[in-house]
């Protein structure tokens, strides 16, 4: 396959492993109001972007492949069932279904605190390195004082047009390959 195919899925596993717990707090850091109630034992932000993840993994999956089989027990292992049960499509829809997880990937590295994945990408637009994260924005920024858009101000990116564009040049350069 093209890359590191388990990459994603090792960042979902990590998420769901060590991202999934709240942080723990101790004394001296700040005053609260006293509980009425526990909280949940749980991350439930990071347990519903897995699970959102993984049904749009499902959806794009059954609707290239509506015979696609029963999925894994271990959701982790979703992106492997994924390229198993469209592996005999097409160019194209393989490169989609490539592109959605590798924005996934990134996603799941943003939801880590890993910003840094951002910086390894070309800017679409000027091609220079160093994209750098706004997470305000949930986008990446062009660092190019001249890469502008239409209003003057500097390009951003999402995420969804960063995996476009890294899929289509490995794509791109597996068909020269060969």
Known sequence: MLGDDTTAERRLR??????????????????TATRTESPAPLNLAVIDRIRA????????????????????ADTARVYDWARQNTAHLGTERQQARETLI?????EHAIE????????????????????????????????????????GLSRSW?????????????FATKSSAT
Not at 102 to 106: A, P, S
Not at 158 to 170: F, N, S
């Open 14 to 31: 990590l998420l769901q492993a060590e991202f999934t717990q709240h942080a723990k707090t101790g004394p001296g850091d700040g005053r």
């Open 102 to 106: 590798y924005r996934q990937d990134l």
């Open 158 to 170: 999402q995420l969804a047009a960063l995996a476009h564009h890294h899929i289509a040049r490995q």
């Open 53 to 72: 993840a993984v049904h749009e993994v499902v959806e794009h999956t059954r609707t290239a492949a509506p015979g696609a089989g029963p999925l894994p």
């Open 112 to 151: 880590m605190g890993d910003t840094g994945v951002i910086r390894k990408h070309p800017c679409p637009g000027c091609g220079c390195y160093g994209l750098a994260w706004r997470p305000a924005r949930q986008r990446a920024a062009c660092p190019n004082r001249y890469c502008l858009d239409d209003d």
